[in-house]
Every structure is written in structure tokens, then in C-alpha cells.
């Protein structure tokens, strides 16, 4: 699991049928040096993960990547290399605790 940041939304058409009423979500992977940080960049390669959380532009989620992204749609096939596994209250790092707001400064 890593933590990104939700830059965007993404809309198919025509959507794959698996993807039909499916939310996609563009993310910024975050760096540790910017987690630290508190700058509120990501620094990672952008992707496309899909969202069932509501997720809204700027918020930070922890997603998973790979075949385990589509453990949550078990037992159907769904092509999908990312999902977002959880909305980011607070991250602590170290003795150092961060609520989200002070990460995404």
C-alpha cells in the first residue's frame, strides 16, 4: 500500500462494462521527502486508481497497486492496477504525528 494524492477525476467513454458506475481517480504517489516535508506535493509518476470511498480532489488515500487492487470486486474480473483503500486522517512518521492538513500544506 503507498499514499498518493487525489489530483483529478476521469471519466471513460464509452466505459469499459466492468467499469460502468465505477469512480476513477487520478493520483499523485507521495515521496517520504515530501511527507516529511509537509509541502504537499506528491512527487510520485501519476496514475489512475479507482475510488468507492468519494475521495475529493486534493485528499490524501492509501491505494493498492497490482492483482490485490481487485480483491474488492471478487468474484468478477475486473481490470483494474489500482484502488484506493482508505481516506488519510492523520500519518504519523517517526515521534512525529501529522494531521492531513499539515501534510497537504
Not at 489530483?7 to 458506475?21: C, D, F, I, K, N
Amino acid at each position: 500500500m503507498r499514499l498518493g494524492i487525489v489530483r483529478g477525476h476521469v471519466t471513460l467513454s464509452p466505459a469499459v462494462p466492468e467499469l460502468l458506475g465505477k469512480t476513477l481517480v487520478v493520483l499523485e504517489p507521495v515521496t517520504m521527502v515530501n511527507l516529511v516535508a509537509k509541502n504537499g506535493l506528491g512527487g510520485g509518476k501519476s496514475l489512475v486508481a479507482v475510488d468507492a470511498l468519494g475521495a475529493a480532489k486534493g485528499q490524501m488515500v492509501a491505494f493498492t497497486e497490482g492483482r490485490e487492487a481487485a480483491n474488492p470486486f471478487w468474484p468478477n474480473s475486473i481490470p483494474v492496477d489500482a484502488y484506493c483503500t482508505l481516506i488519510v486522517d492523520s500519518i504519523t512518521t517517526g515521534n512525529t504525528q501529522f494531521q492531513e492538513s499539515e501534510v497537504l500544506k
